[in-house]
T-cell receptor, first 116, second 113 residues
């Protein structure tokens, strides 16, 4: 158990809809990261929050947004969903904000999103 | 542009033999490299890492080798066990405040009993 909790585990919705994915980081971790894994793809970095503030942005679509709350949990909002948004969405947390040896990321089990 | 490449999608080895998983990178700003292991229905778990100032890091049955001039790293598992069957992701990052992890597509390792 990594200590990172993601809910829900599975989500089935229709095109055009909006969903919210939730992540609770490990106790004491200040950074939360969101990744998307589509079929046969590696993990694509979407966005990072550190202690409530956006720290880094990857290939996140404008239809997607995220935030980190004062209790450090994070939510990823996906709107105007398309078939191609079907993927595994992972959340990770780490103690620090940057890269390097002391900032190992610990991953949740993911949310599988199916857009029909 | 894929900055971290795992060109072999799968590898099958016999139990007890060595598994060698390869990874190449293109960004010379990367200076820290990690391997993650992923079982089905679970998130990736950190396995082992190496800094660019080293060429080898060992942890039990797992050893990572880094050839910085060739921009190549490899993960050796000796001896391989059936429980090692999983998807292995190579990842790389810098050390700056805004550094992010860049992952390869992963290699599926199957260890045959």
């Amino acid at each position: 158990d990594s200590g990172v909790t993601q809910t829900p585990k599975h989500l089935i919705t229709a095109t055009g809809q909006r969903v919210t994915l939730r992540c609770s980081p490990r106790s004491g971790d200040l950074s939360v990261y969101w990744y998307q894994q589509s079929l046969d793809q590696g993990l694509q970095f979407l966005i990072q929050y550190y202690n409530g503030e956006e720290r880094a942005k990857g290939n996140i679509l404008e239809r997607f947004s995220a935030q980190q709350f004062p209790d450090l949990h994070s939510e990823l909002n996906l709107s105007s969903l398309e078939l191609g948004d079907s993927a595994l969405y992972f959340c990770a947390s780490s103690s620090r904000g940057g890269g390097g040896a002391k900032n190992i990321q610990y991953f949740g089990a993911g949310t599988r999103l199916s857009v029909l | 542009d894929q900055q971290v490449k795992q060109n072999s999608p799968s590898l099958s080895v016999q139990e007890g033999r060595i598994s060698i998983l390869n990874c190449d990178y293109t960004n010379s700003m990367f200076d820290y490299f990690l391997w993650y292991k992923k079982y089905p229905a679970e998130g990736p778990t950190f396995l082992i890492s190496i800094s660019s100032i080293k060429d080898k890091n060992e942890d039990g049955r797992f050893t990572v080798f880094l050839n910085k001039s060739a921009k190549h790293l490899s993960l050796h598992i000796v001896p391989s066990q059936p429980g090692d069957s999983a998807v292995y992701f190579c990842a790389a990052t810098g050390t700056g405040a805004n550094s992010k992890l860049t992952f390869g597509k992963g290699i599926t390792l199957s260890v045959r009993p």
